[in-house]
């Protein structure tokens, strides 16, 4: 298993199997948590500015305590009702455009796998990694992802796995909660 704080570049390829083993891993995560995930994602996909935003408000409250650190005379910096708010407003958007993606994706998603017969979604059921394994193959080739995007389908299988592949594909509202 890859390092999961290993950067992500152009040289390297990412192995399937190091995708089946982040599944593994996100599968223990909370749905807001994974959505969330996947709309950080996302953030290399959006306007160069909205990211900076981003950045720049995290910089803004990285800088604020390092300069405490350099000038001990500088009063004490507390996370004020601001900072949790603007925090909460950055996980607010990243949960929206991960929602927001797989219901792009949906139909065309379903369609594959529906075309793909009943056996993906027996695999979807037994979460085991040969399993989660095909899933991620499938769920790579219908997405068509760039290779530097490649590893959005981890995090999709993730959630599909979780909400349940078969439910989320029949229509059920409550897939994309």
Known sequence: MSDSSEPINQNKTIH????????IQLLQMRMDELYGTLGGQLMGTVRPTRAAGIVSFLFTAE??????????????????PEWNEGVQVICDEFIRDGRNYIKEIRQELCIALNDNNEQIFQLSEQRDRPSIHAIVMVFA????????????????????LKQGLRDFCSGSRKTIS
């Open 63 to 80: 800088s604020a305590s390092k300069a405490k650190g350099l000038l001990n005379s500088l009063p004490s910096i507390t996370v004020g």
């Open 141 to 160: 080739a219908v997405l068509k992802l760039p290779r530097e995007l490649e590893p959005l389908s981890a995090t999709v299988t993730a959630i599909l």
């Open 16 to 23: 399937l199997r190091d995708l089946t083993d982040e599944v």
